[in-house]
């Protein structure tokens, strides 16, 4: 591919729209003498005038004409693809689960743009796969139970989930934990509409089936632990979701089984931007938080 001087070519068309060296000199940041001689050096390439005096000023010859036609338009299609890539390496677009953004992520998230200030953060918390159909990120954490089957390829694992079944410490009579064989009249919290967690948990332990049915059914885990915090049920939580509870004491265990590992939460790299530095620099720094927490 034979091209012509491109730098000749980009004073050309500054020169070409402004049908002036001196405009063309200002837009540039340059000597109009720079731009005369880039003018006399593609001239010489095409072995054919681009300019002709027209009275004080000038105006395009037929091949400048035509020459401005292509050019113009090719260097803008560059232009806008430069600033698109350019953008791409300092923009990050991720998708998290509402509860992961609550509980775990947000709460971090602001000692990574400490680290990375050139990188915008576009983050779309969801609670469920509807919402984001159609739509591509470049980080996506998911999270997946055990009974789901192995995850994904190009999923990392990046968190178990660990459910620890908790509640307020007024919740407990006379402050006694609650044996396992009493959780059926109890009030359970539920952090999704099916209780799969707490259903998963219970055959784990081999329980018979807990009364799903009289629960307080709710979407999200933030709104289930709120909930338990206010003394009006027991919840089956993520143990790194509820740290900053357990140390303050507003939760405290419910019974004596200790966290159960029934998932993970999952992080998927789109592969078109896995060799972003913004992408890599994220993901190092996840991984970097769990193994601080």
Not at 34 to 62: N, W
Not at 85 to 100: D, G, H, K, P
């Amino acid at each position: 591919m034979k091209l012509p001087p491109l730098t000749a070519l980009h004073y050309f068309t500054s020169a070409a729209t402004h049908l002036s060296f001196s405009q063309a000199a200002l837009e540039l940041h340059v000597s109009e003498g720079a731009i005369s001689r880039q003018m006399k050096l593609l001239a010489e390439y095409y072995g054919k005038a681009l300019f002709q005096k027209s009275g004080r000023g000038i105006i395009l010859t037929s091949k400048g004409s035509l020459l401005l036609s292509v050019a113009l338009p090719a260097l803008e299609d560059v232009a806008v693809v430069s600033a698109q890539l350019q953008a791409a390496s300092t923009q990050l677009t991720i998708n998290v689960t509402t509860s992961f953004a609550i509980r775990w992520l947000l709460p971090k998230l602001a000692s990574f743009e400490r680290l990375y200030p050139q990188i915008e953060v576009q983050l779309q918390a969801s609670s469920s796969a509807e919402s984001t159909r159609g739509k591509s990120f470049d980080v996506q954490i998911n999270y997946q139970l055990q009974s789901s089957g192995a995850a994904k390829k190009h999923r990392r694992k990046l968190l178990d989930e660990r459910l620890l079944a908790v509640c307020a410490p007024s919740y407990l009579l006379e402050g006694n934990i609650i044996n396992l064989s009493q959780l059926h009249s109890k009030k359970l919290l539920l952090n999704e509409l099916t209780g799969r967690d707490w259903r998963l948990w219970s055959e784990l332990l081999n329980l018979t089936p807990l009364p799903i049915e009289r629960a307080l059914k709710f979407e999200q885990d933030d709104v289930a632990i709120q909930t338990a915090v206010a003394g009006l049920g027991v919840a089956l939580a993520n143990t790194a979701y509820i740290e900053r509870e357990l140390r303050m004491g507003s939760l405290v265990p419910a019974t004596s089984q200790q966290a159960i590992v029934v998932g993970a939460h999952y992080v998927n790299v789109d592969p078109i931007a896995a060799s972003s530095m913004a992408v890599q620099a994220f993901v190092d720094w996840l991984f970097s938080e769990v193994e601080n927490d």
